[in-house]
């Protein structure tokens, strides 16, 4: 993957829900990531615990060519949101076990 390229996230909202591939996903300092699903919406993702940015933003919007660069080391759990027209579908909510897995970041150096 050439250096420039980011690291793209898909969530899938159908069985097997959460992250598809390897989890936590393995990026490099300073490498961007985009995160996707192929279900219409809006999605959010937002951080559970501690956040992979300097400035300490945990939830960001989501979609096709938004990218964001991780600047901290660590790993990174999140939760998804995606909201259909109102309809809200939520993986990775540590406050409801029975939303699923979500998504984590493993930041190396």
């Given at each position: 993957m050439p250096a420039d390229s980011p690291e793209i996230i898909i969530?899938?909202?159908?069985?097997?829900?959460g992250q598809v591939g390897t989890r936590p996903r393995k990026v490099r300092l300073?490498?961007?990531f985009e995160v996707r699903t192929n279900l219409p919406g809006d999605m959010s993702i937002e951080f559970t615990g501690e956040s992979p940015?300097?400035?300490?933003?945990k939830k960001l919007n989501v979609g096709k060519d938004k990218?964001?660069?991780?600047?901290?080391?660590?790993?990174?759990?999140?939760k998804c949101t995606l909201n259909q027209n109102g309809t809200i579908l939520e993986l990775g909510d540590p406050a409801d076990p029975a939303s699923g897995i979500g998504g984590e970041l493993e930041v190396g150096c």
């Open positions: 969530i899938s909202y159908a069985p097997p829900k300073s490498q961007a940015f300097t400035n300490g933003t990218r964001f660069t991780v600047e901290k080391a660590g790993r990174f759990p999140f």
